[in-house]
DNA sequence: TATATACTTGAGTGATCACTCAAGAAAGAC
DNA sequence: GTCTTTCTTGAGTGATCACTCAAGTATATA
């Protein structure tokens, strides 16, 4: 008996990722969303609650997608080729509406609020973090990186980097491409 | 004949800037300033023009002091040691309101709606990059870092490992002393 | 002391913010 | 077709935004 909605919600989260991840937080407003994601104000509040609800499900997106395609090369290339690679990917990635990480973007802009968007951000890139500790333990393991290192160390350091990178990234006078092919050398001295 | 001002303007472009690098452009609001800097509309907007014009200055202030303390320190340790303890002096600053970049956080921010202030922001990292390209040089000729390398590069890949460990210094989740400690390291083997 | 020249004050501006809600439209169940 | 349930619509909410301005106040000169 009921009525179905008009819109397809995955892809309705996928298009407010992407405002989200290009204008930030403040910097996106309602009117923005309805009028890119097609939804009325009812509509909208309908479907997610609030701004932040909204902002919260696109979060977890980038992340959990994040993790998939890194995971998802890893067994393609193995462990070290994917860690080695990903600086070049993330600032290559042409359909991405932003070179810079969306967790961290949210995490800088929020954080001095203690906003709860800040804290989730914070612990998804914590779950990166392990992500990237995991690719440098199995490289361990395959022989490609000498065990003297700390995993976690590692995956700190690197993911550091890659978040200087990403956001050198958008800069017009830096060549990131240099940046992630140095980082990648880096990777293959370990 | 005239009556001279309560304030200190050049005290009030300082606490603007702490405020602003703590909370950025859309976080802080007018009531924040007044609130802060003791001052009523009608005297803000005297003395500054507009919100805007308040962050350009306190921009400028951020750049031309770091510039000026890096200069300074180098000028004492000389360039080598100066870049190396760079990174753990930037995270170790107490008074600082915040550990992340103010430059590199009004970027992230404002640069997706081609704020003005973005511009500006990016033209300041450039020149923050030519400073550190200038120290490079002058370890090379000094004999501390190899002259294979090109120093703009080297600049460039310093600059991001210094955004992305400061941005990294926010979080409780790392140990950002590590992280500069491996900076540091690396700065010896060139 | 008188006057001219700022500076200070704070109520008030229109615009925009995130959000609400009542009314109308559409689709499955019968 | 009729009913029930949900979705869609969009005008409207109070709050807050950056900002204005006229009136009041303080000070240096004459």
Redesign the pocket.
Known sequence: ???????DRDDLIARARDIFWRQGW?G???????REL??????????F??????YGLALDRYAQEGVARLRALADRVGPLEALKAQPRLVIEASGAPAKACMLAKTYAELQAKDHELAGRAGVLMSEMKACFADLFRQAQETGDIAPSHDPNRLAMRYQSELLGLRLSAERSDVDAHEIAADIAADIDRL
């Open positions: 008996m009921p009525r179905k909605p008009e819109y403040a996106t407003s309602l009117k923005d969303l309805e097609k939804l009325k104000p009812g509509s909208f509040y309908a479907a609650g609030s701004k932040d609800a909204l």
